[in-house]
């Protein structure tokens, strides 16, 4: 079964759709601290719906604050706290250069520094 749903913000847009107990959610435009509550809102309704884990697609992402990172941070520790998987499956050299500064890069995505 696959569902989706969309929410608006003022400058990012944010996609679900859930496959086989995972839950995707496809993030565009600027996560920052205006849009922060919809991303935290966002990724919290993902882990209840998730059965085995969330997969978060921030290819789209023009900007990434700090606000953003901490929504992402709170995002994964909800879900390791359920029980489940918690990734960033693709980013932007904008959004990869920013966790990788920070030294969330390998903890976000399961990768290390390539």
């Known amino acids: 079964m696959i569902s989706r749903s969309a929410e608006r913000g003022e400058l990012m847009d944010i996609a679900t759709t859930q496959r086989d107990g995972t839950v995707a959610v496809k993030v565009t435009g600027d996560v920052d601290l205006l849009s922060r ?22 290819a789209g992402v023009a900007f990434l604050d700090s606000s953003g990172m901490s929504a992402l941070l709170s995002g994964r520790r909800a879900a390791e706290d359920a029980g489940l998987t918690f990734r960033i ?11 990788e500064l920070t030294g969330v890069w390998p903890l976000l995505t399961g990768q290390g520094h390539e």
Do not use: H, K
């Not at 509550?37 to 921030?58: I, K, P, W």
């Open 37 to 58: 509550e919809l991303l935290a809102r966002s990724l919290a309704d993902a882990v209840g719906q998730a059965e085995s884990g969330v997969e978060v697609d921030m």
């Open 89 to 99: 499956i693709a980013a932007g050299d904008l959004v990869r250069r920013v966790m």
